[in-house]
């Protein structure tokens, strides 16, 4: 999720509690999760990088043993 | 007078000069894959089976009660797989949200609603991850 995506769902949160559709609790709750959620965004897009990198060296490792096996 | 050396010595001096740099790559790499678990297909399973019973959850006890055990069974077997630590945090962190709906006694329904929609979709990116590791 970007900036925008979490504003527009705290604010649908937001529009919830106003509503009465759910607590003031559950609304903590909710914004909460939407911090986690987005934290686990920015771990998981950490770890494919590393991933990414890490297939990269791979790629140029093979092609330098097989160049110096030549 | 010493003879000049021959061309295979020579070429044996130039090529010994040149294992430190060989060595360089592969030490470099063999850190790289300490630092990513391999792909495991019961870690990859489970963080399917949250996903797909946020999707078809009704928001009862016993539904999220289902998603609950296997939040934890995730949780608890991904904790002492070997080079793991990145998975561990996304996983230790999905528990959390899944948590917080488990032990509230009587959610409302819109709140069940976005909860599930969170874990969902939380689940799916820690599943593209999971999946994308090297076998």
């Known amino acids: 999720m970007n900036i925008s995506d979490l504003y527009k769902e705290a604010k649908s949160y937001k529009m919830m509690l106003e509503n009465q559709s759910i607590d003031q609790y559950e609304f903590k709750d909710l914004i909460e999760s939407l911090k986690i959620a987005d934290q686990i965004k920015e771990n998981a897009d950490e770890f494919s990088k590393n991933q990414e990198i890490r297939d990269y060296l791979m790629t140029l490792y093979n092609l330098v043993s097989a160049i110096s096996s030549l | ?135």
């Open chain 2, 1 to 135: 007078m010493s003879k000049p050396p021959k061309r295979d010595e020579r070429r044996k001096a130039k090529e010994n000069k040149r294992y430190p740099f060989k060595l360089i790559p592969v030490l470099f790499l063999s850190g790289c894959s300490l630092m990513i678990g391999n792909y495991d297909p019961l870690e990859y399973e489970l963080v399917n089976r949250i996903r797909t019973e946020a999707q078809v959850s009704d928001c009862s006890k016993q539904s999220t009660y289902v998603i609950y055990v296997s939040a934890l069974e995730l949780k608890n077997y991904s904790q002492y797989l070997p080079n793991n630590d990145q998975e561990i945090v996304l996983v230790d962190d999905l528990y959390k949200i899944v948590d917080q709906l488990y032990t509230l006694k009587s959610p409302s329904a819109a709140y069940c609603k976005a909860k599930l929609n969170i874990i969902e979709t939380t689940a799916e990116r820690i599943q593209q991850v999971t999946g994308s590791k090297p076998r």
